[in-house]
């Protein structure tokens, strides 16, 4: 088995030709990382929340075309109904209307209509829609595909209209492939046990999965970008901590969420393009699979001993030096290395400095606009902050206490666990705001082995 990076393919997927100079940094050919175009008119706004991803993707779970609802005409349906007249028709007709528009906006009213809100009218919007809706697939439905279809069928559809409207469902080969690689298997098994739990709670689901879908976007998103940058030291295992803070209350420079909240993963994702198109580049080795990351990569090559690691390295540094070098013209010299650390390293500086501007700024606007839909807090002359809602706030209680009282020094730990950090002051806002809506039970009037109550 080879580890040597292949010059020819590289070449091709860059479309290099040194003669003329010629390069392009090009990305998603071997490897899927993050959801995002690098293009302005393309990135999606969110203008009708969350719910047309998590219909888009729950279509593609289900083999239905993501960007495609079939709808029977009203000629159809009324033909299969009778009316006491046309009085009674019309105003069938404007109910129907009526119901289609509300589902057309983003708002589900019961789980006949998960999969049935259509992506946006506006054609630009709806590529930037396709970006999230494979990477919510395939990380995190994907994966358990089979228990999800189970809990998602034996749920009881209470609109029987609306399902009068509804084409019998037909398979789709285009769109199914999957693009991206469930990396954070410990997040994406929390997610498992959460939507499987809320599946067995229809109305409470119905009220919740777009906030669901879109905080483990969110935080799968925000960990990839703060564990990709630690290159071969990237490790699911071992999280960085992102805090936030309640909506509602004062934030401070002081402040766990202000140190390591948003301004921490914005700063990362400021020149992240270069690891998109890098990890393009050093996973072109016939012995390394799709969606390598760095770690991936090095595990790989290492294992195969030292001599695939020699291979690998000189394989890097040759087409470095005789292609990439020669096209940029950088003026930075290029490094040796005798890890394959140090390449990654020395390749990220020449490569960073190569990304132009303009993808560096329009390419982190699609995390941005998912962040200004959710969890945009207003912080003043500190800028942009992770916050949390009340709405946000009650579902991560309601999954982490489940359906038996859990002791409240636990509902932290349950919290981190979906990759949501909060710092004693934010604990003690979030105390009262429970306390106040009576989900605090408490055992004395000490306050000792307080619990909190089931919300589900």
Not at 77 to 102: C, G, N, P, T, W
Not at 360 to 366: A, F, I, L, T
Request: some cysteine; overall charge negative.
């Amino acid at each position: 088995m080879s580890y040597r990076l292949q010059a020819e393919t590289i070449n091709r997927v860059m479309n290099v030709n040194v003669a003329e100079k010629k390069y392009r940094n090009n990305r998603q050919d071997k490897v899927y990382l993050l959801p995002f175009p690098t293009r302005n008119p393309e990135r999606a706004q969110f203008k009708n929340g969350f719910m047309p991803i998590v219909a888009g993707a729950l279509r593609k779970l289900q083999n239905i075309a993501i960007d495609s609802i079939e709808e029977q005409s009203f000629d159809d349906v009324l033909a299969q109904l009778d009316f006491k007249d046309a009085i009674a028709e019309r105003f069938f007709e404007h109910y129907i209307e009526s119901e289609r528009a509300i589902v057309s906006s983003g708002t589900v009213q019961d789980v006949s209509q998960l999969t049935a809100v259509p992506l946006s009218e506006n054609a630009n919007e709806v590529k930037g829609e396709k970006y999230l809706i494979h990477f919510v697939h395939d990380v995190f439905l994907h994966p358990y595909r089979e228990e999800f279809l189970k809990g998602i069928q034996s749920l009881e559809p209470n609109n029987i209209i609306f399902q009068l409207f509804s084409e019998e469902e037909t398979e789709s080969k285009k769109g199914s492939q999957i693009l991206y690689a469930p990396k954070l298997k410990r997040l994406g098994k929390q997610f498992k046990k959460d939507f499987l739990l809320l599946l067995e709670h229809p109305s409470f689901l119905v009220q919740n999965i777009e906030l669901l879908f879109a905080q483990y976007t969110f935080i799968a998103i925000s960990q990839l970008i703060l564990q990709v940058s630690r290159m071969e030291q990237f490790n699911e295992e071992d999280w960085v901590p992102i805090y936030f803070f309640y909506q509602e209350e004062k934030s401070a420079r002081w402040r766990d969420a202000y140190k390591w909240g948003y301004r921490m993963v914005r700063n990362e994702l400021k020149n992240f393009y270069a690891h998109e198109h890098l990890l393009n580049i050093v996973s072109q080795a016939e012995s390394i699979e799709q969606n390598a990351y760095y770690h991936d990569i090095q595990q790989a090559v290492e294992a195969a001993g030292p001599e695939a690691v020699k291979e690998y390295i000189q394989s890097a540094e040759e087409w470095m030096k005789t292609v990439y070098c020669v096209i940029e013209e950088s003026g930075r010299p290029f490094e040796s290395s005798e890890t394959i650390g140090e390449l990654y390293r020395e390749m990220y500086e020449q490569v960073k400095i190569n990304i132009p501007e303009e993808v560096n700024s329009r390419y982190p606007k699609g995390f941005e606009e998912l962040f200004n839909r959710f969890y945009y807090k207003h912080g003043g002359s500190l800028g942009k902050l992770n916050g949390l809602d009340q709405r946000q706030v009650m579902l991560l209680v309601a999954v982490s206490v489940g359906t038996e009282r859990l002791e409240l020094n636990l509902l932290w730990d349950e919290f981190e666990k979906r990759g949501i950090f909060v710092d004693y002051k934010t604990k003690e806002v979030i105390v009262d705001l429970l306390d106040s809506l009576n989900y605090i039970e408490k055992k004395s009037d000490s306050g000792d082995a307080q619990y909190v109550k089931p919300i589900l």
